[in-house]
T-cell receptor
Framework: ETGVTQSPTHLIKTRGQQVTLRCSSQSGHNTVSWYQQALGQGPQFIFQYYREEENGRGNFPPRFSGLQFPNYSSELNVNALELDDSALYLC???????????FGSGTRLTVV | DAKTTQPPSMDCAEGRAANLPCNHSTISGNEYVYWYRQIHSQGPQYIIHGLKNNETNEMASLIITEDRKSSTLILPHATLRDTAVYYCIVRVGRANNLFFGTGTRLTVIP
């Protein structure tokens, strides 16, 4: 079975721009969560999607938005990028919000 | 979710058992203890979880005290590939988010 894949692996954007990050969930998993990990910190929960609906959100502003598609893949969109948005963005999938999450290797976003 | 306290770093000799402690003194009765680890430049990896009984799988053992206020993750024979940041997390059942904290950086020494 394939794991969670994220694209791109690295990305450089300019302050004020918009970015879209993509995630393909593990086969059979219908729940996708997104996390932001700043350097030296643990991952922080952004939001979760279950069967194409948002199923919980962390303390992130509305310029962070997402989508989940019928095949359970997902996108994270960030508008009006700020320098502090520079981080590793992690996607995790699970089955029916089950106990164990499978994480991808992340997308490293640098905002300059 | 209850918060956890972990030492920032630990060393362990290769081949010896690594014992990683975690305090979760405000844990509620319906909160599980989870352990994940993150090897450099990779996403976190699920290790094990438990509610009140000790648990063991192919990767590790989880020992939870009777009052559930602390737990220990045991890697029975640490290898160099176990060098990683280990996160102890408490989570209500199948709640949708994991609160990671800053974890313990375990270094396995040859």
């Amino acid at each position: 079975e394939t794991g969670v894949t994220q694209s791109p692996t690295h990305l450089i954007k300019t302050r004020g721009q918009q970015v879209t990050l993509r995630c393909s969930s593990q086969s059979g998993h219908n729940t996708v969560s997104w996390y932001q990990q700043a350097l030296g910190q643990g991952p922080q929960f952004i939001f979760q999607y279950y069967r194409e609906e948002e199923n919980g959100r962390g303390n992130f502003p509305p310029r962070f938005s997402g989508l989940q598609f019928p095949n359970y893949s997902s996108e994270l969109n960030v508008n009006a990028l700020e320098l502090d948005d520079s981080a590793l963005y992690l996607c995790a999938s699970s089955l029916e919000n089950n106990y164990g999450y499978t994480f991808g290797s992340g997308t490293r976003l640098t905002v300059v | 979710d209850a918060k956890t306290t972990q030492p920032p770093s630990m060393d362990c000799a290769e081949g010896r058992a690594a014992n990683l402690p975690c305090n979760h003194s405000t844990i509620s009765g319906n909160e599980y203890v989870y352990w994940y680890r993150q090897i450099h430049s990779q996403g976190p990896q699920y290790i094990i979880h438990g509610l009140k009984n000790n648990e063991t799988n192919e990767m590790a053992s989880l020992i939870i005290t009777e009052d559930r206020k602390s737990s220990t993750l045991i890697l029975p024979h640490a290898t160099l590939r176990d060098t990683a940041v280990y996160y102890c997390i408490v989570r209500v059942g199948r709640a949708n988010n994991l609160f990671f904290g800053t974890g313990t950086r375990l270094t396995v020494i040859p």
